[in-house]
């Protein structure tokens, strides 16, 4: 049985594969900022989906009823694209974006690594970002993962020393099949600060996008997403500086990233900022009035 259905077969020169699906790891909506502003920049083409029956579960997934005037029209079904797109330098790209199947990973994999040979594709990048000990006051700071093949790819983006036991995301086991497939491939990860990995943070989104440029040699557009970047920035500033305890926070994390410049996971080292993130995300509901600690 198919795992998924070719669309077209567009001609298209040693492509880089981008990777964003939905349903793990994605502090402040980084990777899907990101790839909603790759596919922003041009209509693309569909180039093929994957099997719905055979890798999501609808009832964790639904799909969307669109109702009119009690008249039941369609179902829009969770689906899994793969897409054509363009950098501004006429490069060619392939998205894959959609939720991250639920069932037969090794199915998903293999189906992937072959439409990405069938393709020509030269390099493939996953996006991602984690919660991290770090303060909006500082650029955001990107660390890689890479199959053994490609660990050469990993000191160009940045490092997370020391060996770490995580659960994974079908990244992870998109990444190892790559590698086994002779395909370099290299995922990059955007340091978000703990107290803001709730809310969309922009910053996160530009910071993925500028490393995918360089690593791969792209042209992309991300001063949209730096102009909102610097907004978001701006709301986060004006309620930590309304509080003496929310300021001394964001600076011992300064003082914390720079001591640990090397190993930016020590969350035990510092205060947990719960209580920012909950007084944060009610200020950018609106709520201010809660907001007023100082």
């Given at each position: 049985m198919a795992l998924y259905f070719r669309h077209s077969s567009p001609s298209l020169d040693a492509p880089v594969l981008v990777v964003a699906l939905e349903g793990w790891v994605d502090a402040g909506l980084g990777a899907e900022g990101a790839m909603a502003a790759l596919v922003s920049t041009g209509p693309g083409e569909l180039i093929a989906t994957f099997d719905g029956e055979e890798f999501i579960d609808q009832r964790a997934r639904r799909p969307v009823a669109h109702i009119v005037d009690g008249v039941h029209e369609r179902l829009t079904w969770p689906v899994i694209q793969l897409r054509s797109g363009m950098d501004l330098a006429g490069n060619d790209l392939c998205l894959l974006l959609g939720p991250e199947p639920d069932f037969r990973w090794h199915g998903f994999t293999g189906a992937v690594c072959e439409l990405a040979h069938q393709l020509g594709v030269r390099l493939v990048v996953g996006l991602g970002a984690f919660p991290a000990p770090a303060p909006h006051t500082r650029p955001i700071r990107l660390a890689a993962t890479a199959p053994p093949q490609s660990a050469d790819l990993v000191p160009r983006i940045g490092v997370v020393q020391g060996e770490l036991e995580v659960p994974s995301g079908v990244w992870g086991a998109l990444e190892l099949?790559?590698?086994?497939?002779?395909?370099?491939?290299?995922?990059?990860?955007?340091?978000?600060?703990?107290?803001?990995?709730g809310m969309a943070f922009p910053a996160a989104s530009a910071a993925l996008l500028d490393g995918l440029a360089a690593v791969a040699d792209l042209s992309i557009d991300t001063a949209t997403l730096h102009a909102a970047a610097d907004t978001t920035r701006q709301q986060v500033d004006e309620l930590i500086t309304r509080s003496t305890e929310h300021s001394q926070l964001v600076r011992q994390l300064e003082h914390n990233l720079d001591a640990t410049e090397g190993n930016p996971l020590q969350v035990g080292q510092i205060p947990t900022g719960d209580e920012l993130a909950a007084e944060l995300e009610r200020y950018l509901r609106g709520d201010r009035s809660e907001g007023d600690a100082g």
């Open positions: 099949a790559f590698g086994d497939e002779g395909i370099p491939a290299v995922g990059l990860w955007a340091r978000v600060p703990h107290y803001v990995a």
